[in-house]
């Protein structure tokens, strides 16, 4: 797992992640490749939506590895084809869950989805404590529940 926010590499690592890393400090393609020894990993998620993970991403599959883009892209995103094409790497975009397996996951891992919560906050503060901290450049806050 990586992220630019410690808060959140912390938390990811409390639920469970068994190495988290900060891109601004570490080149993540390297880092894969030398802990796969130079093979790849089979399947990396970009769930953020930026340029930079993609990029991480695609570098970091093994040859005919997959890509899933679950972050939402605001922007274009250029992406260098010729290691596309000859490393046989497949792409797809997901925006959707696949609830059964998701519960059947959570049920047999003992995973506690109310961990990712930081926060609750009532209805009346949904705009300053709840959109607003969400959209700040470095959030702090994982997931915002709001109580009517």
Known sequence: MTDISEFRRKKAAELGA??????????????IKES?????????????????????????VRFGGKVIVQGIFTERVPI????FV????TMMGMNSINLSLAMS??????TKPEA???????????SSAGFEVLTRKIKEEIKILVEP
């Open 36 to 60: 796969t020894s130079g093979r790849g990993v089979d399947v990396a998620i970009e769930a953020v939506g930026i340029e930079a993970t993609l990029k991480d991403c695609l570098t970091s």
């Open 80 to 83: 260098h084809m010729l290691g």
């Open 86 to 89: 000859t490393r046989e790497t």
């Open 116 to 126: 990712m919560v930081t926060k609750i906050i009532p209805l009346e503060q949904i």
């Open 105 to 110: 996951w959570i049920e047999s891992k003992g």
């Open 18 to 31: 068994t190495s988290v890393f900060n891109p601004l400090e570490t080149k993540i393609s390297d880092l």
